[in-house]
Nanobody
């Protein structure tokens, strides 16, 4: 069964750091993976996307504060999002998403992905 499972969401104070993880199972040949987020009453927003070739792109709102990376070296295929300098406006449900397509980095803006996790909540207090 195809599944993406996020973890690492937490409540932290502004200025803090978090690392979100997303473990994939039952899916092979994922060429595009990313993190997207949604706050109540707001549209889904792409945070960061990574291509299988290592190319990455970030939302302007998180540039310099976020790093996306993927670990395929062990038995699990895991996507990470390391965030620092967290701000109250980073508060959202963060979703891991993935696709087989090689057309990847533009999905930061479109949010079109085939596979989605259930989300992990990040809450930043001022």
């Amino acid at each position: 069964q195809a599944r993406l499972m996020e973890s690492g969401g937490d409540s932290v104070q502004a200025g803090g750091s978090l690392r979100l993880s997303c473990v994939t199972s039952g899916i092979n040949n994922l060429r595009c993976m990313g993190w997207l987020r949604q706050s109540p009453g707001k549209a889904l927003e792409g945070v960061a996307v990574i291509h299988l070739n290592g190319s990455k792109t970030y939302a302007e709102s998180v540039k310099g504060r976020a790093v996306i990376y993927r670990d395929q070296d062990n038995a699990e295929d895991t996507l990470y999002l390391q965030m620092s300098g967290l701000r109250p406006e980073d508060t959202a449900t963060y979703y891991c998403a993935a696709d087989h397509s090689l057309i990847c980095l533009g999905r930061l803006r479109t949010g079109v992905m085939t596979y989605w996790g259930e989300g992990t909540q990040v809450t930043i207090s001022s």
